[in-house]
C-alpha cells in the first residue's frame, strides 16, 4: 500500500513536468515484421524511454531504463528527475520487485496486478518493444504500412507500433501503444542501445 500511494505522489507530480511526446530524431519507415530473426539475433539490448498508463480510475507517467538479456529483463522506473520509483527484474526466476526504498521482494503476477492495478503483459513486451509479435503465441495483423503505423493483435492485446528508427542494421519502434479494455500504455522510446 505504501508503494502505491508513492507511485501516485510521484505521478502526479511528474504530469505537472513531463511530456510523452518524443525528441526528434532521423525516423524511418518500417513496411513490415520481414527483421524479425534478425531482432530475435540480439539477445541483449537496452532503451531509454518514458511510459505512461492509462486505466479507468488512474494515470501516470514516468521514465524508464530497460536492460534485457537472455535471462532477465531489469526495469527501472523512475521520476523526471531521476529519483527511482521502482525496479522490476522478472524471467525464468519469476518477478522481483524494489520500492522507492530498496526493499525488495518475490512478488506473483496477481500480486503485481494488485500493486499496479492492471496486470502488465511481461512475458509479450521483450518482443513488441523490438516491434514483433512474441512468438510462442499467435497473432493477428489488423494494419500495416499505413502512415507507417503497423497494428496486430496478440492474447487480447491491440499493439499499435509507430515511428520507427533505424539502430544499427535493425529497424525498431519509437513508439509503441499497448490497449487492452479500459487500459492505454504508451511507451516513447527516446535512445536504443544494442
Known amino acids: 500500500m505504501k508503494f502505491r500511494i508513492l507511485v ?6 511528474l504530469f505537472a513536468c513531463a ?7 532521423d525516423i524511418v519507415s518500417k513496411k ?6 534478425e531482432i530475435l539475433a540480439v539477445k541483449s539490448w537496452r532503451l531509454l524511454g518514458r511510459i505512461s498508463v492509462r486505466n479507468r480510475y488512474e494515470s501516470w507517467l514516468t521514465k524508464l531504463d530497460w536492460n534485457h538479456d537472455e535471462t532477465v529483463d531489469a526495469l527501472v522506473l523512475s521520476t523526471s528527475l531521476g ?3 521502482a525496479k522490476l527484474e522478472y524471467g525464468q526466476q519469476g518477478i522481483k520487485l524494489s520500492d522507492a526504498d530498496g526493499v525488495v521482494r518475490q512478488v506473483s503476477e496477481n500480486e503485481l496486478q494488485s500493486l499496479l492495478g492492471y496486470s502488465p503483459p ?6 513488441w518493444v523490438r516491434g514483433i509479435p512474441a512468438p510462442f503465441s499467435s497473432a493477428e495483423i489488423v494494419g500495416s504500412g499505413i502512415e507507417n503505423i503497423l497494428m496486430f493483435e496478440q492474447d487480447g492485446w491491440q499493439v499499435k507500433l509507430q515511428r520507427f528508427n533505424r539502430v544499427n ?8 501503444t499497448l490497449s487492452k479494455g479500459g ?3 504508451i511507451l516513447i522510446i527516446d535512445e536504443w542501445l544494442t
Open 32 to 37: 513490415d515484421f520481414g527483421d524479425v530473426e
Open 122 to 127: 511481461l512475458r509479450y513486451l521483450r518482443f
Open 169 to 176: 542494421e535493425l529497424v525498431l519502434p519509437k513508439k509503441l
Open 83 to 85: 529519483g527511482v520509483v
Open 19 to 25: 511530456a510523452i511526446e518524443p525528441k526528434k530524431s
Open 183 to 185: 487500459l492505454k500504455i
Open 8 to 13: 501516485v505522489l510521484v505521478v502526479t507530480q
